[in-house]
């Protein structure tokens, strides 16, 4: 179950992603419709576009400092409240597309990855096309604390998270979709079990499962995925495309991927967790861009105005301080809300708790020690550049050592190379440097009439999927 939520203003950066951030498509004073692009990908670049979740004018468009010290243009839009939609965001009808359209289409969306990094999700598909994997993992664990905006996504809209995944496992060219969940969530399970047996029929290439996995934090990364399903460490800047045949997405990610395949609907709304030990627990379905002092209004639970609002989950979230001008972005899953509770700040007592708790088997103090003496290099032949920022190790150092901090933003140089992988393996008209096209702003939608070409050409396109709706369609 989720609230709805409709703000009276909307906050779009130009930045929720991994990649540069879009253009403003629009100007002060223009009046935008529920589903219009109002930002482009600058031509060239490795971006993704933006799109507006209601209709309203155009207020403000000025730079904005995001709670992670990102500066991005923002487009604001204050809301008419009647939520008029493009006319072009229906269903999609009587088309063909080959693979290659499909995942441009998830491209022209604006979807990225909406429970990481946010990195572009037609860049990871095709990279993932190129390694021909095998397995497409879908992860549905959502192991951080109070979040459940994954799991509801999953309870209220389990045919969209399989058909998403059907549709974008076939445009990679792998042979079984796996999904990742946690043992405890059987609500979830038999959601899925049955979804996958009602679509399995229409996607007979592909074969289904279901892993389950110890509740526990964290669980979901790509590294200890491919540890815990393949038995392989990665090294920093392997990937699980080219070292396990798979590529892992967030279940939410999935949704949104169907929503675009088939309903011609661009990412411009997600669920959001409002919760923590300071919140009974809510889940808002909300436009992106909703800043959150309006989903803390809704929430109205939440009374203590001393509590500590976090942009995210409650172990590596960080601080709002302004929540009207803080708005959701793509990769927002949780606002959290906890009690300020001071722990004293004492010198390591050497517990050995951080050392246990570490799911890449580190010595956080040691680390953290050998970083406050400027020791880099040593640092880095102690695995620092392992971590995976998840915060297990501040949360429970008894001594009130902030060691994620530190640990975390020095590994960090390392994602980067990781993640630039997305730009190296593919040829030069593959990458996602390829101009948008002009109908994608304004008030057409940029979805509308991506299929015109011909179809005979498409019915013969070996690389083309079946939707499971009509036996005509293809995706
Ligand atoms: S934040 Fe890094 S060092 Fe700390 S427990 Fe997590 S992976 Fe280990
Ligand atoms: S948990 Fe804190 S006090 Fe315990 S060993 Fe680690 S840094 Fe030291």
Known sequence: MFERVYPTKIILPMKMHYGVPAVPAVKEGDYVRVGQCVGVPEKGSFSVPVHSGISGRVSDISDIRLPNGIQTPAVTIVSDMKRTRLDSMKPRSGFKLSASEAIGIIRDAGICGMGGEGIPTAAKLKRARTETVKDFLVNCLQSEPYSTSDLVAITE????????????ARSVGASRCIFLISENRKEQRIA???????????????????????????????????????????????????????????????????????????????????????????????????????????????KNGSDRIVWGNCLTGIEIKDPENTPVVKTTSVISVVRRAEVPRTPCIHCGLCSECCPMNLSPNTIYEMLNQGLKQKAAEEGARECISCGSCSYVCPAGINLTTA?????????????????????????????????????????????????????????????????????
Request: glycine share 6%; charged share 25%; with cysteine.
């Open 157 to 168: 809209y389990p045919d969209y998270v399989v058909l998403g995944a059907s549709a974008c």
């Open 192 to 302: 899925l079990a049955n979804s996958i047996e009602r679509i399995k029929v229409d996607f007979k290439d592909l074969e289904y499962d279901i892993k389950l996995f110890r509740e526990r934090f964290p669980q979901g990364y790509y590294r200890l995925v491919a540890r815990a399903l393949y038995g392989k460490n990665l090294a920093l800047g392997e990937t699980i495309e080219k070292s396990c045949s798979a590529v892992l997405f967030n279940c939410s990610t999935m949704l949104a991927c169907w929503e675009a395949l088939s309903d011609n609907i661009p990412m411009m709304s997600r669920i959001v967790s409002v919760t923590g030990d300071a919140s009974g627990g809510h889940n808002m379905l909300v436009p992106i861009g909703t800043p959150v002092s309006e989903l803390l209004i809704n929430a109205q639970d939440i």
């Open 407 to 475: 640990i975390a933003s020095f590994a960090g140089e390392g994602r980067v190379i990781e993640v630039n992988s997305l730009l190296d393996n593919s040829s030069a008209e593959e990458r996602m440097i390829e101009d948008f096209k002009a109908y994608y702003v304004g008030e057409t939608s940029l979805l509308e009439d991506y299929t015109d070409g011909d179809e005979d050409v498409r019915k013969k396109s070996p690389d083309s999927i079946m939707l499971p709706f009509e036996k005509d369609k293809e995706v």
